[in-house]
T-cell receptor, first 114, second 112 residues
Framework: EPEVTQTPSHQVTQMGQEVILRCVPI?????FYWYRQILGQKVEFLVS????????KSEIFDDQFSVERPDGSNFTLKIRSTKLEDSAMYFC????????????FGPGTRLTVT | QKEVEQDPGPLSVPEGAIVSLNCTYS??????FMWYRQYSRKGPELLMY????GNKEDGRFTAQVDKSSKYISLFIRDSQPSDSATYLC????????????FGAGTRLFVKA
């Protein structure tokens, strides 16, 4: 069964460093999403992406964040200058169509900023 | 008022019980209502979704949406220890990349 994959599973970085989180969505999916979940808190929407453009973003997704689909299979989230409060699980999701109610999530990347 | 409210629990039930999980919301623009299951340190797994008001059944799971009350429910019949997880309600106002808003999740424990 096809699934969303994410690498690395755990990333440790120092405050102020740039990090890139990588995702490989399900191959025939067209819509891509990033979410984060701070430990013990709810899953929060960051951004949705379609046709090489951001469809929607939340107030969390400020200028420190960017997304890219560098090739036909990867979808990345870049945090330019990490802060302690960026420590969280980051989940990538994808959906085959515009039906964003039918999203499939990856296993997540745990980002620890020290 | 939070957009989506969900009692975090924990909820502990004996095996075989009927479980009722609920969420309330404030944004009347929400049209799509989803339930996800999340095991510890894993990504959310879509269980089912419903459009607008009404009921939807899938095996032991039934989702209900009452838009007039801004209240959604997930019922689990004949609960099993393997159902022990955190259940997240989620909602969105539309399709095409519309943002999805999640509840805090309810931790469920089913005791054998």
């Amino acid at each position: 069964e096809p699934e969303v994959t994410q690498t690395p599973s755990h990333q440790v970085t120092q405050m102020g460093q740039e990090v890139i989180l990588r995702c490989v969505p399900i191959s025939n999916h067209l819509y891509f999403y990033w979410y984060r979940q701070i430990l013990g808190q709810k899953v929060e929407f960051l951004v949705s992406f379609y046709n090489n453009e951001i469809s929607e973003k939340s107030e969390i997704f400020d200028d420190q964040f960017s997304v890219e689909r560098p090739d036909g299979s990867n979808f990345t989230l870049k945090i330019r200058s990490t802060k302690l409060e960026d420590s969280a699980m980051y989940f990538c999701a994808s959906s085959e169509t515009s039906a964003s109610y039918e999203q499939y999530f990856g296993p997540g990347t745990r980002l620890t900023v020290t | 008022q939070k957009e989506v409210e969900q009692d975090p629990g924990p909820l502990s039930v004996p095996e075989g019980a009927i479980v009722s999980l609920n969420c309330t919301y404030s944004n009347s623009a929400f049209q799509y209502f989803m339930w996800y299951r999340q095991y510890s340190r894993k990504g959310p797994e879509l269980l089912m979704y419903t459009y607008s008001s009404g009921n939807k059944e899938d095996g032991r799971f039934t989702a209900q949406v009452d838009k007039s009350s801004k209240y959604i429910s997930l019922f689990i019949r004949d609960s099993q220890p393997s159902d022990s997880a955190t259940y997240l309600c989620a909602m969105s106002a539309g399709t095409g990349g519309f943002k999805t808003i999640f509840g805090a999740g309810t931790r469920l424990f089913v005791k054998a």
